[in-house]
């Protein structure tokens, strides 16, 4: 439960090109962690190589390391499958699973990791969903499609089946840029109640958002196309948005930028 | 004038298609009230003398719809298996090679494949099907059927050809459906902790359903109406009528045609072929329209 994040040189590479350089940096349990930065500056490419969903596509590999509660998830005969198992993760679009219903989707997670027993997979059900804030609004349509519901629940049910199996994180991407207003204030509401039992490391391009939900912040740039990506500095939140030390951060935040 | 000439192919094609239904219905005609017997609940076929035709589809029927669904019970879960390793499993170069062969294989003429059945395969089957039929053949479907077994003029043979024939329509299908499989859902997937066997269950099959059993029905299609091939593999008229086995033989509906067009020397004789030719016009037209709607259908959702 809620384990701690560090990472170290970490340095992304797709095929020749090498996406992210030289990020170090520590996410403690039991916080909320934004990554913020410009379109292409490698702060996804971060977050997807902390549960190695990077992987996913041809020729992605990765220097240095990135260790949960000390044990690194790049070591050798670490199963990515099994990684992926105890660090969730919530897409920048919702994506629930058309063909299965709301329970089905939040119970797939259990599902794949082999519970059969009914009873604990409805206890779960419900635990996830009102941890999800999303049980009074489909508790009596637990059968129907989870394609059937609005945007903004989607999205919480995607959460839901995130949290379902109890990873130690929670890695959101963009959890909220498909998302209107409303639905984006619940989501974020949500994300401080789950801050109780997880670790939640979030990348999100609304710097308010950044401001409003995490308790440290991590701005990533790039130094020019083709360039790779960077850390320039990660403080607590509050620092970061009213007094970073570093100049390009506040020319980021400032709107002098990008 | 887009419009108009759009509208223009397509009713073309509709009017076509109806044009030869009501050929087949008006040559059919005659010859149905003249028949002897029934014509859908027969399997007599005597049409020499126009004026006593006994002529029935049973038989036919049995042959054409047995060798059809045969081939694709075969092919079905091959297509499956390759259509799987080739969108999921093999590396991009190798997929492209191999779906590149995948796809040479339906471009080979049927009357290659009727020779290889019948010069090839069929005798090359002769001993496997000989083992079914003493040691299964209390299984109808491995019991004697209404031809020999050593000629290989058999249901069995012809359904193997024929599967191998509608093997490239349904594996391409269903490949391309697979490969459309959206990245999202597969990540989603594969963020829960999903073995990629477990994203295929999950996402790729749920998605990829629908176009696999309409590719499936295509070939189906393909199966019902293939004639030269099976004109080649199968042995003939018995006479005899069958036993509902695999080794069942004589004709399907449109080998029995091909096979008889030379002695169609009166209309009320050829009538009754072209009553045939009529069931497998609907048959086709069935199956292809439960294709067409299972997957309108599905991806409407």
Not at chain 1, 133 to 151: A, F, H, I, Q, T
Not at chain 2, 186 to 215: C, H, K, M, N, Q
Not at chain 2, 234 to 252: H, K, Q, V, Y
Not at chain 2, 260 to 281: C, K, P, W
Request: proline share 5%; net charge neutral; charged share 15%.
């Amino acid at each position: 439960m809620a384990k701690r994040i560090d990472v170290k040189d970490l340095n992304i590479y797709y095929g020749k090109f090498h996406a992210v350089e030289n990020v170090t940096l520590s996410v403690p349990p039991r916080s909320v962690t934004a990554f913020i930065g410009p379109s292409g500056c490698g702060k996804s490419t971060v977050l997807r190589s902390l549960n190695r969903m990077h992987e996913v596509i041809p020729g992605a590999r990765v220097d240095g390391s990135v260790l949960l509660d000390g044990a690194d998830i790049y070591g050798a005969g670490v199963d990515p499958v099994e990684v992926r198992r105890t660090i969730g993760m919530v897409f920048q679009r919702p994506n629930p699973f058309p063909t299965m219903s709301i329970r089905d989707n939040v119970v797939a997670g259990l599902r794949l990791a082999g519970t059969k027993n009914r009873q604990q997979l409805d206890e779960v059900c419900e635990k996830s969903l009102r941890g999800a804030n999303l049980w009074e609004e489909v508790k009596d349509r637990l059968n129907k499609p989870g394609g059937g519901l609005s945007g903004g629940q989607q999205q919480r049910l995607c959460i839901a089946r995130a949290i379902a199996v109890q990873p130690d994180v929670l890695l959101m991407d963009e959890p909220c840029s498909a998302l209107d207003p409303i639905s984006t204030l619940a989501i974020e509401d949500l994300i401080t109640e789950l801050k109780q039992d997880f670790t939640i490391v979030i990348v999100t391009h609304n710097m308010q958002q950044a401001a409003r939900v995490s308790d440290q912040t991590a701005f990533f740039n790039l130094h020019g196309v083709g360039q790779p990506g960077r850390l320039v500095e990660i403080d607590e939140t509050s620092r970061i948005f009213s007094n970073p030390s570093q100049r390009a951060t506040e020319d980021y935040i400032s709107g002098r930028f990008g | 004038m887009f419009r108009s000439l759009a509208l223009g192919s397509g009713g073309f094609v509709v009017a076509l298609i109806a044009a030869i239904g009501i050929f087949l219905l008006l040559q059919a005609l005659p010859s149905l009230q003249a028949n002897q017997v029934s014509f859908l609940t027969s399997g007599e076929w005597t049409t020499g003398d126009p004026n006593n035709m006994r002529f029935g589809i049973l038989y036919l029927l049995w042959v054409t719809v047995a060798t059809a669904a045969f081939a694709l019970v075969l092919a079905m879960p091959i297509a499956l298996g390759i259509a799987l390793f080739l969108t999921q499993y093999a590396p991009r170069s190798l997929a492209r090679v191999f779906a590149y062969i995948i796809d040479l294989l339906a471009a080979v003429p049927s009357i290659i494949f009727g020779l290889w059945g019948l010069q090839v395969l069929g005798p090359a089957l002769v001993p496997t099907a000989e083992w079914l039929n003493s040691n299964l053949g209390w299984f109808p479907l491995f019991s004697d059927g209404n031809v020999s077994i050593r000629g290989g003029g058999t249901i069995f043979t012809a359904g193997i050809v024929l599967a191998v024939m509608i093997l490239p329509i349904i594996t391409a299908i269903t490949r391309e459906i697979f490969e459309r499989t959206p990245k999202d859902q597969i990540e989603g997937a594969l963020a829960l902790g999903a073995t990629r066997w477990e994203v295929i269950r999950t996402t790729v099959l749920p998605f990829g359903r629908a176009g696999y059993v309409s590719g499936s029905m295509l070939g189906l299609g393909r199966a019902l109406g293939e004639t030269v091939a099976l004109y080649l593999i199968l042995s003939g008229a018995s006479g005899r009528a069958p036993e509902l086995s695999l080794f069942d033989g004589d004709a399907t509906i449109a080998s029995k045609i091909a096979n008889d067009a030379a002695e169609f020397n009166n209309e009320i004789s050829a009538g009754a072929y072209i009553a045939a030719g009529l069931v497998l016009f609907v048959l086709t037209f069935v199956v292809n329209a439960l294709a067409r709607w299972i997957t309108t259908s599905r991806t409407g959702k």
